[in-house]
């Protein structure tokens, strides 16, 4: 029995009230969701529509929730590899010397900056910096719902760059490096080494969530008519 | 039939594979019901293993999947992959080699 608009509309209201918001959960949990609600619906021709959404709902929440769980590890998977392989790919020739040179310009950045800002604030605002490129690159796309793709990367590995600044700050701050007379420390070694590690896996998660908005924009037709 | 389902379970992926070349295109609960009516209602499919199995195929690049708006809502499709096609052939083999050796295993006639 087909659903009139009126129906069609309140269904997407109550599942969206229960939480079951995102996009790709939407698509397929929806429609597994109506096409129940049409079955039953002949079967309770006494039933108000609110109470055999509710019925419906609780013959189906389970269903619901193994949709999310399988489809959030699908995308985990895929989005794991993804990252894997944008990471190991500055290791190869080219962008080896890549890093080799990054690690150098941070070093006698470090260096030369010593006598005039303070260290700890040098990575202050490279944070900020960092924080900045995170917002511009990992903002979802412009679908107007909750969506798995970006809060999936951002969430899995958004922490592990910031680990690394807090690492090179805390080193900085207890070490108070003080350069030998050749110019060299080892503690901005070590904090450049990080600071380039750190830059490689910011680039790895951009790279990751591109595929997550680009994935997000292909939907966004559908994702129209999800919230008409 | 709880058991039946449980026998089934290693065979779900031939399942929605051979029922994918014989349609062109199926939603996930169009699956569960074609089963039913195929076997009668003795084999339930449930939607916690279909969905998982699904997901599963579309990642190994055996499905591919299309969204079309139905009725103001939105369904997702799956279709075999052109690499789905040549995997229903063996799993299909497979099964029935299985299915043969499962005959002499337990004597079953073979006409069962």
């Not at chain 1, 996009?23 to 055999?52: A, C, N, R, T, W």
């Not at chain 1, 500055?90 to 010593?114: D, E, M, S």
């Not at chain 2, 789905?84 to 052939?89: P, T």
Request: charge should be neutral; aromatic fraction near 12%; charged fraction near 20%.
């Amino acid at each position: 029995m087909e659903l009139s608009n009126e129906e069609i509309g309140y269904v997407k209201f109550f599942l969206h009230k229960k939480k079951h918001f995102y996009f790709e959960v939407q698509v397929e949990g929806m429609d597994h969701f109506f096409s129940v609600l049409e079955e039953e619906k002949p079967k309770y021709p006494s039933l108000i529509f609110s109470d055999l959404v509710n019925l419906v709902y609780n013959k189906c929440a389970k269903d619901l929730t193994s949709i999310q769980i399988s489809l959030g590890k699908r995308l985990q998977a895929k989005y794991n590899y993804v990252f894997i392989k944008e990471l190991v790919k500055p290791f190869t020739n080219g962008y080896l010397t890549f890093v080799i040179l990054g690690v150098f310009a941070y070093f006698n950045l470090q260096r030369l900056l010593h006598d005039y800002i303070n260290p700890q604030g040098f990575y202050l605002i490279v944070g900020i910096l960092n924080l900045i490129v995170l917002f511009k690159y990992m903002a979802p796309s412009d679908l107007l719902i909750g969506n798995y793709l970006t809060e999936k990367i951002s969430g899995n590995y958004g922490m592990v760059p910031w680990a690394f600044s807090v690492f090179s700050y805390l080193l900085i701050k207890y070490t108070a490096p003080i350069l030998t007379t050749s110019g060299f420390n080892l503690t901005y070694l070590i904090t450049a080494i990080a600071l380039v590690i750190k830059s490689l896996l910011i680039n790895a998660m951009i790279q990751t969530s591109r595929v997550g908005v680009n994935e997000c924009l292909k939907m966004e037709v559908t994702s129209e008519a999800l919230n008409a | 039939m709880a058991s039946n389902n449980e026998l089934f379970k290693g065979t779900l992926q031939t399942i929605i594979l051979k029922l994918l070349s014989e349609n062109n295109k199926m939603y996930g609960y169009e699956i569960t019901q074609k089963v039913k009516l195929i076997t009668q209602g003795e084999l339930l499919l449930k939607e916690g293993a279909l969905y998982p199995a699904l997901h599963k195929l579309e990642a190994e690049g055996m499905l591919e999947t299309s969204t079309e708006i139905v009725e103001n809502r939105v369904r997702k499709y799956y279709a075999l992959s052109a690499d789905g096609k040549k995997e229903v052939v063996s799993k299909l083999q497979e099964a029935k080699d299985f299915i043969a050796q499962l005959q002499l295993l337990l004597n079953l006639n073979p006409a069962i």
